[in-house]
Nanobody, 125 residues
Framework: QVQLVESGGGSVKTGQSLRLSCAASISRYGTYGMGWFRQAPEKEREGVAVVDRYGEKTYADSVKGRFTVSRDDAKKTLSLEMNNLKPEDSGMYYC???????????????????YGQGTLVTISS
């Protein structure tokens, strides 16, 4: 059974920062690829940042240089440091996990098997 619980969302202004966290209840956490996805109102969910089981990271072009994803396999956590936030970064952010043998780029484009309930991020100008 996979349970993912996100925290850290909130409302900030353009240019400010937020740090999202995900606590995973997963056995053999280190065998999972982990990632962050987001969905804005009336838009499809999109991949934001993924780190696969080998530690390879990939980011959406829109967040490169501003967001940093990291995982702690000992603590079974995933984080997303978001800097220089923009209004278009607003949306529900979901932590995700997948044990299939795909790489980070594949996950970013195609999604993952398990998602949490999400945490809301709102950026105002």
């Amino acid at each position: 059974q996979v349970q993912l619980v996100e925290s850290g969302g909130g409302s900030v202004k353009t240019g400010q920062s937020l740090r999202l966290s995900c606590a995973a209840s997963i056995s053999r956490y280190g065998t999972y690829g982990m990632g962050w996805f987001r969905q804005a109102p009336e838009k499809e969910r999109e991949g934001v940042a993924v780190v696969d089981r080998y530690g390879e990271k990939t980011y959406a072009d829109s967040v490169k240089g501003r967001f940093t994803v990291s995982r702690d396999d000992a603590k079974k956590t995933l984080s997303l440091e978001m800097n220089n936030l923009k209004p278009e970064d607003s949306g529900m952010y979901y932590c995700a996990a997948d044990r299939r043998e795909f790489g980070a780029r594949w996950y970013l484009s195609n999604g993952m098997d398990f998602y949490g309930q999400g945490t809301l991020v709102t950026i105002s100008s």
